[in-house]
């Protein structure tokens, strides 16, 4: 049993809503394990913190109606009380539903560089923050592109989120480590003082005026010109750091599902889901959106998986792709034999010849 809570000890039916939201937020923050997030899932789903928000603003009423007139006179004072509460509810369940499905995906990668950026304890718009505003416009394009090939919204943010902040943050450390400007070397160092993401601008927020003092003693804001020059280096820097952070979230999103769908077959795709809650068996419309890809690979991924899916009962994902590219970077891409990209080759040729069959009984006779 973790640290976070007990069930042995722990009566979750004898608390009442706002107890439960405290518990389950405290708890979040101590990794309480699977079974006891879905347990405060299903209390929750009992109270029906999942209502639609107008229901669950009468529901939380109606339970503070239930408390004695002392407890409630000042609440009902205030307006906007009963709207927290139940907004509350709301992001405390889907906080916890986050956990969940962290920690499901966590069980089947553990070994990928972004599992350890998975927001176990729910909490995935820390992720986002911490992403930067680059992080937070490629989660959103990202998002919005790969939607559909999730059943799960919970599933899809903590992905999204963890690779994000993964890329994010390396792709920041490497443009730092590599850049040759002394003066904004001296101006990122600066703002690591103040805890502040490298390259940010910082003239026109409120607030920091030790920052700005520092930066104006060091000569960063000597006169307007000055200014502008250095801003517009900034603005270089942030440019090419923004679109390396798109490149590589979608690539790091969309590359193991394409995989996944060009070595599994209609069967195995069930079994061996990379992710829980991805969709085994997408259908034209959904990926029509793997286009997106294109610009950052030459390569038509729509045009190569729905080829695939139209013999998915059979294994000849590698020759799909070997078409495209050749045998051998097939065979690197999905990390199989050249051999055995050649196998698929002759069966995939054999299928759309109408003799697939022909040919699997062949390879029968042959063993």
């Not at 509350?88 to 950026?117: G, N, Q």
């Not at 559909?148 to 989120?161: D, G, M, N, W, Y």
């Not at 792709?171 to 070397?185: A, G, M, P, Q």
């Not at 990390?335 to 390879?363: H, P, W």
Request: no cysteine; net charge neutral; glycine share 4%.
């Amino acid at each position: 049993m973790s640290e976070g809570m007990d069930l042995n000890s722990v009566n979750l039916q004898e608390m009442d809503s706002m107890a439960l939201i405290h518990y389950a937020n405290e708890s979040l923050e101590k990794d309480p394990s699977i079974e006891e997030l879905e347990a405060l899932r299903e209390e929750m789903l009992l109270r029906r913190f999942n209502s639609p928000f107008r229901a669950l603003l009468r529901i939380t009423e109606k339970e503070m109606e239930e408390k004695s007139a002392e407890e409630i006179a000042d609440l009902k004072k205030q307006v906007s009380f009963f709207r927290y509460v139940a907004m509350l509810k709301k992001s405390t369940l889907a906080r916890v539903r986050v956990a969940i499905a962290s920690k499901k995906i966590m069980e089947r990668i553990p070994y990928e560089d972004f599992a350890h950026y998975l927001p176990v304890n729910g909490n995935y718009i820390e992720n986002l923050i911490r992403s930067g505003a680059s992080g937070i416009v490629a989660f959103k394009e990202v998002e919005d592109a790969i939607k559909p090939f999730f059943k799960s919204t919970s599933v899809r943010k903590a992905i999204l989120s963890a690779i994000v902040f993964y890329v994010s943050d390396g792709v920041r450390k490497e443009v730092v480590d590599s850049e040759k400007d002394e003066r904004i070397k001296e101006y990122n160092s600066i703002l690591r003082k103040y805890k502040i993401i490298p390259y940010s601008r910082v003239e026109h927020l409120e607030g920091f005026e030790e920052l700005k003092k520092e930066l104006e003693e060091k000569g960063f804001f000597e006169n307007e010109r000055t200014k502008d020059e250095f801003a517009q280096t900034i603005e270089e820097r942030k440019k090419a750091i923004r679109k390396e952070i798109r490149k590589r979230s979608f690539l790091l999103a969309f590359i193991p599902i394409i995989k996944f769908y060009l070595r599994e077959t209609r069967d195995s795709a069930k079994r061996n889901k990379i992710y829980p809650a991805l969709v085994s068996e997408p259908d034209e419309r959904t990926l029509s959106n793997l286009v997106v890809l294109n610009e950052f690979t030459g390569m038509d991924f729509a045009k190569i998986v729905k080829e695939r899916m139209k013999y998915y009962d059979y294994n000849i994902g590698a020759a799909v792709v070997g078409e495209e590219k050749g045998i051998e970077w097939a065979a690197e891409f999905l990390k199989i034999s050249v051999d055995e990209t050649k196998k698929q080759m002759e069966l995939y040729n054999a299928l759309r010849g109408g003799k697939g069959r022909e040919f699997l009984e062949r390879l029968g006779n042959k063993g």
